[in-house]
């Protein structure tokens, strides 16, 4: 039976060492972190991931300014709203909520916002930095998952990594992260011939194409290390229904050395993550050594 990797335990210490940072922060340079969260529209999911964001951003001893804007918002209204906050120096991190509506081009908004204060790490320039090496801030979920495995693993190097799903927010980024601990890495997808052959080979196995138990044990390799990004509901009994990942849990854990829970895996970390990312970001614009990992 696999070893459950708690992302649940993980989330709570990094919560705990960012507060410790923000409390020695705010000691030593009377510096608190803040963070921006803007919500446009009703959608009730993240309705409830920016509650939980500033919720926990607080707690963490951090200030957490929150822009909600109607669902008829236009571009311009939400890039004035963004120039404002790349212009104040108590924003150290600004967060557009996605999905945004369809007036509202997504990729002019995210590449709007002050590179050193995208703590979600989706701007072009922080691609870049993450493509080739250079410090910057790293997208929450591949940077969660990376920490998961490094706990888990402790060395990396060397070891053949798949990750199936090539979105720029997991897919990519995981297999860039991947790659600078000297993984040997494969991009998988859709159109990938023997799919379960690339993932039989995967020492590291990351699931993130948000297809609801895709992946079965017979797809890992014995012993393999498994990181479940997905988080699909689905119906379960009596009209109910519940969470399951891109894994097939029931089948995978008979097979992997160890898993990530769904819920309880990545999930948590990925609030963490931003967290962690504000308080990178707010010690480098003023110039203040960084280390929380």
């Given amino acids: 039976m696999a070893k459950k990797i ?86 150290h991190g600004i967060l557009v909520q996605l999905p945004l509506p369809a007036q509202i081009d997504a990729h002019a908004v995210i590449n709007a916002i002050d590179p050193d204060k995208d703590v979600d790490g989706f701007h072009l320039i922080n691609v870049g930095r993450l493509a080739t090496g250079a410090p910057g801030l790293v997208p929450c979920t591949p ?43 494969t991009t998988a997808h859709s159109r990938t011939q023997d799919l379960p052959g690339v993932c039989r080979e995967a020492d590291i196995l990351v699931a993130a194409v948000g297809r609801p138990q895709m992946v079965p044990g017979d797809w890992i390799k014995p012993g393999a290390t498994v990181i479940d990004v997905g988080i699909n509901r689905v119906e379960g009994a009596e009209g109910k229904t519940r969470l399951v990942g891109d894994v097939d849990h029931a089948s995978a854990e008979a097979v992997a050395g160890a898993i ?3 819920p309880g895996g990545v999930g948590p970390m990925t609030i963490a993550c931003l967290l962690r990312n504000t308080v990178q970001a707010a010690c480098a614009a003023n110039g203040i050594a960084f280390d929380l990992d």
Avoid at 7 to 27: D, H, M, P, T
Avoid at 81 to 90: H, K, M, R, T, V
Avoid at 147 to 171: F, H, P, Q, T
């Fill in 6 to 91: 708690d992302g649940k335990a993980s989330a709570q210490g990094l919560r705990e060492r960012v507060g410790e940072a923000v409390s020695a922060l705010q000691r030593d340079h009377g510096l608190t972190p803040g963070l921006a969260v803007v919500l446009v529209g009703e959608d009730p999911a993240s309705q409830v991931y920016v509650r939980n964001k500033g919720k926990q951003t607080l707690e963490a001893g951090m200030n957490s300014y929150e822009h909600k804007l109607s669902e008829t918002t236009g571009q311009e209204e939400l890039l004035a709203l963004i120039a404002e906050l790349n212009s104040d120096p108590g924003v």
């Fill in 260 to 262: 990530t829970p769904v």
């Fill in 143 to 185: 940077l969660g998952c990376m920490m998961l495995l490094k706990d888990e693993l402790k060395d990396l190097s060397g070891k053949n990594a798949v990750v199936v799903g090539r979105s720029n927010i997991v897919g990519k980024p995981m297999s860039a992260l991947l790659l600078a601990e000297s993984c040997t890495v």
